[in-house]
């Protein structure tokens, strides 16, 4: 694998760390169940990504990848479970506000989808961490970014004693995952019949 490196993210980066997660997931299954048209879709998952970048600085982390410090390919963050409610405050200064007023609609489907794919996470007695997202940039997939950070991301849990959970809809992700220490511990199908869902966890 090459030596690719790794370096922490702060609030300040999450619009180049969200640009670069829309970019990898605007075509996934998942956002194209919930919105089907492509200009949209890019637009709604940039600024989500942005967002969710802010929140998981606060109460999480994320990290990106890439050839050198500051030229990101690869993103990645978690979460801690539980975790705080946000204030309105809040959630107006990291920008879910402005998301719900304009894909509102969109994202409480997206948001259920989620929540029925980590569903079986509940097994995991708490503390824990939400693996949410890992994305590398189109161009420079299949080069290492991602499985850098998910190798990290994993270590870092590992080293604090506590478990992770994810679920993907990606389908070549999934090997990695369990590369890395993850399982299987449900296969499911979204609502339209076709896109698979997988949620797994460390032990």
Sequence with gaps: MPDHAIWQLAESDAEAAGAVLGRAFQDYGLFRIVQSNAAERAEMTHALFVANV????????????????????????????????????????????????RWGAVLNELGAMENAAIGPLVEISPPWRYLAVVGVDP???????????????VSDARA????????????????????????????????????????MRTD
Excluded at 74 to 97: C, H, K, N, Q, T
């Design 160 to 199: 604090a004693g506590l478990p992770v959970g994810l679920a993907t809809d990606g389908a070549r992700n999934v090997p990695l995952y369990e590369r890395c220490g993850f399982r299987i511990i449900r296969e499911m199908l979204a609502p339209d019949g076709e896109t698979r869902v997988w949620t």
């Design 54 to 101: 802010r929140h998981a600085c606060r109460y999480g982390e994320a990290w990106a990848s890439g050839p050198a410090p500051g030229e990101i390919r690869g993103v990645i963050y978690w979460v801690d479970r539980p975790e705080p409610e946000l204030s309105e405050a809040e959630a107006i200064e990291i920008g879910f506000v402005a998301l719900g007023e």
């Design 139 to 153: 161009e420079h997939q299949g080069q290492g970014y991602g499985t850098v950070l998910v190798t990290k991301v």
